[in-house]
């Protein structure tokens, strides 16, 4: 790699690719800096509200943050109506919006008398309960502006689901009253001010978490990618698994695991890895599906991998009120777990259809790579990537807050990455004063990009702020709760009978919930659902947190709307449906990882909550079960070879009863897994019979054969 870890790798916008949201539109000239300003504005109001919080407290902050965030979506993001776009740039209507958005969103504090409203933000703050025709009128415009900017943002859906909800807190006082899920019914002026002047709407968890924690990482995200951390993520992987057998599928899946630890965005993980190691699939035999759907897997794991994790986590720790470094602690083992089942089925499909050795080695590589450094000397010359990561841990775990934490982190790694350049560059002509107008851009330009990567997470947030205030003013959690419980209790009156049924039931819910919504609303309404039935069956909180948030997580992978798998087909030139198909096959064993928090109490043991020891056996025997469905998934068992569909069956099993960590489920699912291995060996009938190999040296691929 000749210009190695300083390279940038893709963004999905710039290939085209939806991520959670949808692409920016590309500005220029005086709107482009226009927007830069605000952005970088934004950014240092954020910084100082980290340092010296506005004493108004944050509500006001986040009225002051918002005021700034949501008029740049109308400016940043298309209507998507051809009559109205403008290809140039803003459409007079998006000025429009955006000063009106600018007016209603500033009218709380804004000391100015509108008859018996206005007033400024303490007078503001007096009429919560008895608000001023006025202050109606405002906030409906707000939530109007508010569902618009998270149209253009993500899409119909999240809109729609939001009118749905604001519709049950209008009409449900129409419902049978016979039913549990009707209630007395929320007037308009009810129905605003919950939303506009109170602390669980607009201005509540969600929104928060984004101002305080999101966007300080997106700001860190933004300067690594100055950096080149990301490129040279990709590069150590090459570096480390050039000789493998299995390189090219472990290249790509430690790609997106190191590049996930500072991404938190599937899609673009995916995207930004396919970007560089889809060459090395294709080498090594993988076609476009089976590379995607690897690439797609591996890139949902950034959602889960600690430090920077998914929006989600942050607003976990919010509602548990718990640290983000507690957060962080309980997700690393699942998240070990998750990339041992995609490494797994990676080494399966290697030696199930004899892939090519030291694929990242081949001259196709070489050209879109550049020269394959040893790894050792990438960890010498550019090793300094991980000392912000470090540091950021390091400072939580000495007490400091998460938001300070990433901000001197955020500082550590643009002040090397200075450095680095700088020493590059010091027989390169220009004067000192070029350069560091350069790096001052640069930092400009990070601080910016920042703010305008999270401004769809800004409108997601707010917006999820409505789901979240209608569910507790209308008593639709708890109800909904109720309903899964009985649901279960129908079923049988044991316990645990119905804590599986329960357990069921949710993650089918919360995975249809994914289909449709991006996984920080998914995770809100289903916290707000089914965390209460979870709760009332006896589940710690830390584990049905953690539940809700994996399964939100794991929607991403979910057909007909796999979003990551979307991104990573649009990479590899797969056909987008078979890619989700092929995404879910390498996830599958992780998708039963999170029901092992709340089925058992040693299940939180894998939340690394409890004693050492018991934390390292549940660990090892979860690992097991995962290797054991990873088998059954992809075919294979390792040490004995391909399997039939009786050892499958078995293998499957035995990664149930293993998921179900107690001394009967060990021994049966120990028992089911040596069945399986000794079904594999007595009809091991493919490795002998010519034609088979035949084929197999014929095609040649690891994915010439459909699992």
Not at 507 to 528: E, M, N, Q, R, Y
Request: glycine residues 10%; aromatic residues 10%.
């Amino acid at each position: 790699m000749t210009t190695g870890a300083q390279q940038l790798l893709p963004t999905p916008a710039e290939l085209g690719v939806d991520d959670e949201e949808r692409p920016a539109r590309r500005l220029s000239g005086r709107t482009e800096k226009f927007v830069a300003l605000c952005a970088f504005a934004d950014a240092i109001l954020v910084l100082w509200q980290v340092f010296r919080p506005l004493p108004q407290g944050s509500q006001y902050y986040l009225v002051i943050f918002l005021a700034v965030t949501l008029p740049l979506i109308f400016l940043s993001y298309r209507s998507g109506w051809k009559f109205l776009d403008r290809v140039d740039g803003p459409a007079p209507v998006d000025w429009a919006l955006a000063a009106l958005a600018l007016v209603v969103c500033l009218y709380p504090v804004l000391p100015v008398r509108i008859g018996g409203a206005g007033g400024g933000y303490d007078a503001f703050l007096d009429r919560q309960g008895l608000l001023e025709p006025a202050d109606v009128v405002m906030g409906a415009i707000l939530l109007l502006l508010i569902l618009e900017a998270c149209r253009r943002t993500t899409g119909w859906v999240l809109p729609l689901v939001c009118a749905l909800f604001l519709a049950y807190g209008y009409y449900g006082g129409l419902l049978p009253q016979h039913w549990s899920i009707a209630h007395l019914g929320l007037d308009f002026s009810q129905i605003v001010d919950a939303l506009y002047n109170s602390g669980s709407g607009f201005y509540g968890t969600p929104l928060d978490v984004t101002a305080s924690y999101i966007v300080l990482f997106t700001i860190y995200g933004a300067v690594l990618e100055f950096s080149g951390a990301a490129r040279f993520f990709v590069d150590l992987s090459v570096a480390v698994f050039r000789r493998s057998p299995s390189a090219a599928g472990r290249t790509a899946v430690t790609s997106g695991f190191l590049l996930g630890t500072v991404s938190g965005s599937g899609t673009a993980t995916a995207v930004s890895t396919g970007a560089v190691t889809w060459p090395i699939l294709k080498r090594a035999g993988y076609r476009p599906e089976q590379a995607g759907g690897m690439l797609a897997a591996a890139g949902v794991g950034a959602i889960l991998s600690p430090p920077t994790l998914g929006v989600a986590a942050f607003i976990v720790a919010e509602y548990l009120e718990v640290s983000y470094l507690t957060v962080l602690a309980w997700a690393t083992i699942p998240t070990l777990l998750y990339y041992l089942g995609i490494l797994l089925s990676v080494e399966i499909d290697a030696r199930r259809f004899h892939s090519a050795a030291a694929a990242a080695e081949s001259p196709a590589d070489t050209e879109a790579l550049g020269e394959v450094v040893p790894a050792w000397k990438l960890l010498l010359r550019f090793g300094y990537h991980f000392l912000s990561l470090i540091v950021i841990v390091v400072l939580m775990v000495l007490g400091m807050s998460a938001p300070r934490a990433v901000v001197y982190a955020t500082a550590l790694a643009f002040l090397l990455a200075v450095a680095d350049r700088a020493v590059r560059q010091r027989n390169s002509p220009g004067t000192p004063s070029n350069r560091v107008r350069e790096f001052l851009v640069e930092g400009f330009t990070a601080l910016s990009s920042g703010i305008r990567s999270a401004l769809p997470v800004v409108a997601v947030c707010a917006a999820a702020g409505t789901i979240t205030s209608m569910t507790t003013k209308t008593g639709l959690g708890a109800e909904v709760a109720s309903l899964l419980v009985k649901v279960g209790e129908a079923v049988s009156d044991n316990p645990t009978v119905v804590l599986v049924c329960t357990i069921v039931l949710a993650a089918v819910a919360l995975s249809l919930l994914g289909l449709a919504i991006p996984v920080t609303a998914s995770f809100v309404i289903g916290w707000a659902i089914i965390g209460p039935a979870l709760l009332g069956l006896g589940v710690a909180k830390p584990a049905a947190a953690m539940f809700v948030f994996y399964f939100s997580v794991l929607s991403e992978v979910t057909p007909p709307t796999a979003l990551a798998a979307v991104g990573a087909a649009a990479v590899t030139g797969a056909k987008p449906v078979p890619t989700m198909w092929q995404t879910l096959r390498y996830a599958l064993p992780a998708f039963l990882v999170p029901v092992v928090f709340v089925l058992t109490d040693s299940g939180e043991r894998l939340l690394a909550r409890g004693p050492f020891l018991e934390i390292l056996t549940t660990t090892a025997i979860v690992a097991v079960g995962v290797t054991a469905l990873a088998m059954a998934t992809g075919g294979w068992i390792f040490g004995v070879g391909q399997a039939g569909p009786a050892a499958r069956v078995l293998a499957g099993l035995a990664g149930a009863a293993l998921l179900y960590p107690s001394p009967i489920t060990v021994g049966a699912g120990a028992a089911l897994l040596l069945a399986a291995a000794i079904t594999t060996r007595l009809t091991r009938r493919a490795d002998t019979d010519p034609r088979a190999a035949q084929d197999v040296h014929r095609h040649g691929s690891p994915v010439d054969k459909e699992v």
